[in-house]
């Protein structure tokens, strides 16, 4: 019977499932894969051997010029400080920003007011980020009974009008809207 000579066998059972040869396949190439980005890993790559143009002084009030503003420099200057230095170290940073933005605004009279004024600002905003534990007794703020809303009482902690209960309670933060309808007292 010649027809039975040309029909293969069968290399696995009909019962088994095919998939196992699919995942020795699939981890056959997830090794070569792996030995691959291993090889190339240990070589430098071009982007690694070039080294980082320094930035210059020059570089810096060419980008203070482009800022537009002494202000608008100092800001994002002063935000790459990083946080922890010591005060000498800060010091020293902020003379070179100084010398940065008056090289790049000759004209400007006042320029010693505006760097002083943006580093008070920029250290304000450091300062009020940074927890600070008060060992001794809490300052309580005087509550000032300012009128009535609502029928409850309302009083001013700092700039903020709040409704209290009858018992003292806080009852919400009052807004815009509901402080222009209290009824003064």
């Keep these: 019977m010649p027809e039975l000579e040309n029909v ?7 019962y088994m499932s095919r998939t196992r040869s699919n995942y020795k396949d699939k981890i056959k190439k997830d090794e070569e894969e792996l030995k691959q980005l291993m ?20 570089d810096k009030v060419k980008s203070a010029q482009d800022a537009g503003s002494p202000e608008a420099f100092l800001q994002g200057e002063l935000g790459k400080i990083p946080k922890g230095l010591s005060a000498e170290k800060k010091n ?10 008056q090289s790049a605004y000759p004209n400007a009279t006042n320029i010693q007011e505006i760097v002083n004024k943006e580093i008070d600002k920029y250290e304000a905003a450091e300062k009020a980020k940074t927890f600070v534990r008060n060992k001794g007794e809490v300052a309580k703020t005087e509550d ?4 009535t809303y609502q029928g409850q009482q309302v009083v001013q902690r700092g700039d903020t009008f709040i409704l209290q209960g ?5 009852i919400k933060t009052l807004n815009p809207t ?3 309808n209290i009824n003064k007292s």
Excluded: L
């Design 39 to 58: 090889e190339e890993q240990g070589k430098p790559k071009e982007e690694d051997t070039e080294k980082p143009k320094k930035i210059t002084f020059d």
């Design 166 to 170: 009858k018992d003292g309670t806080q």
């Design 144 to 147: 000032k009974v300012v009128g």
């Design 92 to 101: 020293t940073v902020y003379q070179k920003i100084f010398e940065i933005v």
């Design 178 to 180: 509901e402080i222009s």
């Design 8 to 14: 293969e066998t069968q290399k696995t059972a009909g």
